[in-house]
């Protein structure tokens, strides 16, 4: 499934911005592979599963297994920041940041550092999250909304606010358990 969704994803995308340039050839499956294109993003992209793990949240990547390489956690982001992130390119071009798996973007009380929180320490000009569980058939058409809205000229908040619009009108309410977070402005430019 996810190969079809990426493959959907660039030719929407592309359909609507011809200069867009995506590298959905080499998803980053494993921890060292999100680490490596974490180094120096523009706008990131995890279709992933949120997860946890005796009480610490994670994000699951690749195959949906308990493999440590196939998780990554808020505290990892933080390490990274210090050892393997580009800072500079983080601070010139404040990526914009979507997670799309289940509760991804939950804050709930008892988390000391959550995935929000992580990104935003790391200069994420925005992270766009769930506040709970949702299925491919409303994962797939929000990622496709929200980026081509986004690589279109639209801003976080009005983008989010059009895919829930576009869901909603397919029959579809779960398009408002994403929530953005960061200035309602935020753009890719």
């Keep these: 499934q996810r190969d079809i969704h990426l493959r959907e994803l660039v030719q929407k995308l592309c359909a609507a911005v ?6 959905p050839a080499k998803p ?18 995890f279709l992933c599963h ?14 949906h297994d308990r ?6 956690t808020a505290n990892m982001l933080r390490q990274w920041k210090r050892s393997s992130v580009n800072k500079s390119a983080w601070q010139h071009t404040h990526p914009l940041v979507l997670i799309n ?9 008892g988390l000391a550092f959550d995935f929000v929180s992580a990104f935003a320490d790391m200069e994420a000009s925005g992270v766009i999250g769930t506040e709970m569980s949702v299925q491919t058939t409303t994962a797939f058409p929000a990622a496709i909304s929200i980026l081509r809205g986004l690589a279109t000229g ?15 009108a397919q029959g579809d309410p779960l398009g408002l358990a994403y929530t953005p977070y960061g ?7």
Excluded: F
Excluded at 154 to 168: A, H, I
């Design 154 to 168: 639209g801003q976080l908040c009005p983008t989010v606010r059009e895919m829930r619009w576009e869901l909603l």
């Design 50 to 63: 949120g997860e946890k793990d005796k009480g610490e949240t994670y994000i699951s990547i690749g195959p």
């Design 67 to 72: 493999d440590p390489m196939h998780k990554v």
């Design 101 to 109: 798996g289940c509760s991804t973007a939950g804050l709930r009380p």
């Design 18 to 23: 011809p200069n867009v340039r995506l590298d």
């Design 183 to 189: 200035l309602a402005d935020v753009h890719v430019a």
């Design 28 to 45: 980053a499956d494993d921890r060292v592979k999100v680490m490596q294109m974490l180094s120096a993003p523009e706008i990131v992209y």
